[in-house]
């Protein structure tokens, strides 16, 4: 049998975290099996559904690296189809017309309420013949089996059955013509020939609804793996404001597609005590036996830390466009200053988001608008001026602008002027900077160069001074 897995989302909105990670749970397991995975799009329900959300949906796949195999479908092309099955199911005797009145179906549910039970469908025209009739407002309705149950093996949560009288007889077609997701999942999932249905557990209750309708319907089921929920840090349902933005948001603020796919699949799911995963990995090790079977919880700072790690290992080119991409929205352009590929080199082992790592080479391209307060406070007192014009001068007399001759200068004129190293290279950081908070001195200005670096100390020298004389004013 060959594997087939689907994702199908609904577009009504963005690709969220939750709806990312049953995506690579689908895409692992179709690459592990040497199988397929299918992409449906389900937007029958028109009002809701907006292109703008598929393509939202589209490239945050493609960000993740999520290749599909067979799709996009589309089901509101395929409406022709779930039509011809729901006339099958009329025509075995397998579903039936139903013509109660919203209003008799809202009294119903409020006296059901009122007694206690279950709010459901009485089965009021189950056996009432109803035929079609234009101008009347029909849906057409399961006959969910009365008695027995209904019971499957989840390849995550193991044996789950209900009794069938639990069960609704649920509608299949709207009154405006329309399938419900249960009867076009079920058409989809057999004509598309999925072999495994890996989702969301909160679908669980539909499931048992499909397997009767897959029943009747003479096809084998597929398989079931139900995947837990993400909560948010706090054990609440995972909301906007506990971590579940649009998976591109995460892109907005830095994250590397390969650390949010590593931390998606950890999430929930593990092999021993290994944290970080190749994709390869992932595909040859993830295994349904070791995905939890209660709700994983969104941590932040772990989807940072894998963050840092892949941004402090990625080969310098694949972080280029996305860098040059930040800055070029900052309006900053990089063809003045060093190298971009460097500045990344310099300072990517400190930061854990993309964002961070442009705001720390930021001033290698331009000037920093200010200086730091708290770092002036800190680290310059009235004679830093002196200081520095010492150290402008050394610098500018030298004949080779390297790591080691800047070092060397910083040290000797210290040690010189008895002043501790960091008494030195911090009002220089700033100085060229704005902050104290650059990577080591003589590497910064090594690759500032020696013209920036000189040009810098001068306006932060004019700077001190200027401050020191109105305030002694
Ligand atoms: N369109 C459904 C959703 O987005 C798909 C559920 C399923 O996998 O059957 O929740």
């Known amino acids: 049998?060959?594997?087939?897995?689907?994702?199908?989302?609904?577009?009504?909105?963005?690709?969220?975290?939750?709806?990312?990670?049953?995506?690579?749970?689908?895409?692992?397991?179709?690459?592990?099996?040497?199988?397929?995975?299918?992409?449906?799009?389900?937007?029958?329900?028109?009002?809701?559904?907006?292109?703008?959300?598929?393509?939202?949906?589209?490239?945050?796949?493609?960000?993740?690296?999520?290749?599909?195999?067979?799709?996009?479908?589309?089901q509101t092309q395929r409406l022709e189809r779930y039509k011809e099955v729901i006339q099958q199911l009329l025509d075995q005797g397998d579903a039936y017309y139903c013509s109660c009145s919203p209003k008799r179906l809202d009294k119903l549910r409020k006296e059901q309420r009122e007694k206690g039970i279950k709010p459901r469908y009485d089965r009021h025209c189950r056996d009432a013949g109803l035929e079609r009739k234009p101008g009347r407002n029909h849906v057409v309705r399961f006959k969910n089996p009365l008695a027995g149950s209904v019971s499957f093996q989840d390849r995550i949560r193991g044996p789950v059955s209900v009794q069938n009288e639990e069960l609704d007889d649920l509608v299949l077609e709207r009154s405006d013509g329309m399938p419900t997701y249960n009867l076009a999942v079920v058409v989809d999932d057999m004509d598309m020939r999925i072999s495994h249905v890996i989702r969301g557990d909160d679908h669980i209750n539909n499931t048992f609804r499909q397997i009767n309708i897959f029943r009747a319907l003479g096809h084998d089921l597929p398989e079931f793996a139900h995947v837990p929920l993400i909560h948010g840090p706090d054990r609440k349902r995972l909301s906007k404001r506990n971590g579940d933005v649009s998976v591109l948001d995460y892109r907005d603020r830095g994250i590397l597609p390969e650390a949010l796919v590593n931390y998606l699949a950890r999430l929930g799911w593990s092999h021993g005590d290994q944290e970080i995963f190749s994709k390869e990995e992932m595909i040859r090790y993830f295994d349904f036996r070791q995905v939890n079977k209660s709700s994983a919880g969104f941590d932040m700072e772990k989807l940072l830390w894998m963050n840092r790690h892949y941004i402090g290992r990625a080969p310098i080119d694949s972080l280029l466009p996305e860098i040059s991409r930040i800055l070029t929205a900052r309006l900053i352009t990089t063809e003045n200053g060093p190298g971009l590929a460097s500045a990344i080199e310099l300072v990517r082992g400190r930061v854990s988001t993309l964002v961070e790592l442009a705001d720390q080479i930021e001033y290698f391209f331009r000037p920093a608008e200010n200086y730091h307060a708290e770092a002036l406070a800190r680290h310059c007192n009235d004679s830093t001026p002196e200081l520095l014009r010492g150290i402008c001068t050394i610098l500018a007399g030298l004949d080779s602008w390297t790591r080691e001759s800047i070092g060397d200068s910083l040290k000797a004129y210290a040690k010189s002027k008895e002043v501790k190293f960091s008494h030195l290279a911090q009002p220089l950081r700033i100085a060229v900077s704005g902050s104290d908070q650059t990577a080591s001195i003589d590497l910064t200005l090594a690759l500032l160069g020696s013209v920036n670096t000189i040009k810098r100390t001068q306006a932060f020298i004019e700077y001190l001074e200027q401050g020191r004389t109105t305030l002694s004013q």
């Open 1 to 74: 049998m060959q594997v087939v897995t689907r994702f199908p989302p609904s577009p009504t909105g963005y690709l969220h975290l939750g709806g990312a990670r049953t995506a690579l749970f689908n895409w692992l397991f179709a690459r592990q099996s040497g199988g397929k995975m299918v992409l449906r799009i389900e937007d029958t329900d028109r009002q809701r559904s907006t292109d703008e959300a598929i393509n939202v949906i589209i490239s945050a796949l493609e960000w993740l690296g999520l290749e599909w195999d067979e799709g996009p479908y589309y």
